[in-house]
């Protein structure tokens, strides 16, 4: 049974990183051999991610929320279709449960098809989705020092997982990579390898603070780059 891809943004305060609740059991989700893809992604948020992720349910009219869901789909691909969305019977209210979104989805021709039977995608789950939740990626980390301290948003979890059925027959081109990091400010966990048909991609990124020293600039830095590097081109070929 493969799982489905899933993300999780849990933004609080400056307190010990939180313990998420363990995820559902999945469905499947799959790249065909014509490029496309099909399947279904969750996001879950607490806090300062989940208002802002809850924000259209809250000051949007009803008949805008399909629309709103269809458009985070729209940031991944123009091709992409909103096949259904569950936002549960009460999304506005913030007090019954952190906010919870499950999609489904078809992408024709999501996977770019080569000269020579090789086929090119990013991992969906880390493809666009749901960016302004995401506001360190708004912070350069091109620079290799800082000289004073700096903000995020929140302290947070990100946790993404694709767990993908290839095409029979395609393999990824790639090496099996697993990084494991921690420091003052961020840490990270990450790992992508193909196992049988199936390709998963799983990363967990600890951002620690919501106001940051100097010191914590190198955790914070090599964390969120590396982080980044799970979204760059797969290229599975048969």
């Known amino acids: 049974r493969q799982a489905p891809h899933k993300a999780r943004v849990l933004c609080h305060p400056p307190v010990p990183p939180p313990k998420p609740p363990p995820l559902p059991p999945p469905p499947n989700n799959r790249l065909s051999a014509d490029g496309t893809l099909k399947g279904s992604f969750t996001i879950e948020a607490e806090g300062q991610s989940d208002s802002n992720i809850r924000r259209i349910f809250t000051t949007g009219f009803q008949s805008e929320w399909a629309h709103t869901m269809e458009r985070q789909l729209l940031n991944v691909?123009?091709?992409?279709?909103?096949?259904?969305?569950?936002?549960?019977?009460?999304?506005?209210?913030?007090?019954?449960?952190?906010i919870r979104i499950t999609f489904r989805y078809e992408i024709p021709e999501y996977a770019l098809k080569g000269n020579q039977g090789e086929m090119v995608f990013k991992p969906f789950v880390l493809n666009n989705l749901y960016t302004q939740v995401l506001s360190y990626l708004r912070i350069d980390t091109s620079l290799e020092k800082r000289a004073y301290g700096?903000?995020?948003?929140?302290?947070?979890?990100?946790?993404?997982?694709?767990?993908?059925?290839?095409?029979?027959?395609?393999?990824?081109?790639?090496?099996?990579?697993?990084?494991?990091?921690?420091?003052?400010?961020?840490?990270?966990?990450?790992?992508?390898?193909?196992?049988?048909n199936q390709l998963q991609v799983k990363t967990s990124l600890r951002l620690k603070k919501r106001v940051y020293e100097a010191s914590d600039w190198e955790s914070f830095r090599n964390a969120v780059n590396t982080a980044k590097g799970y979204g760059e081109y797969i290229v599975v070929k048969k």
């Open 77 to 98: 691909s123009p091709k992409a279709r909103l096949k259904s969305v569950d936002y549960g019977r009460t999304p506005k209210d913030y007090q019954r449960a952190p």
């Open 150 to 196: 700096f903000k995020d948003g929140c302290s947070r979890l990100v946790e993404m997982e694709e767990n993908l059925k290839l095409p029979a027959g395609y393999e990824w081109q790639g090496k099996e990579k697993q990084d494991q990091m921690d420091g003052s400010g961020a840490g990270f966990t990450g790992y992508i390898g193909q196992n049988g």
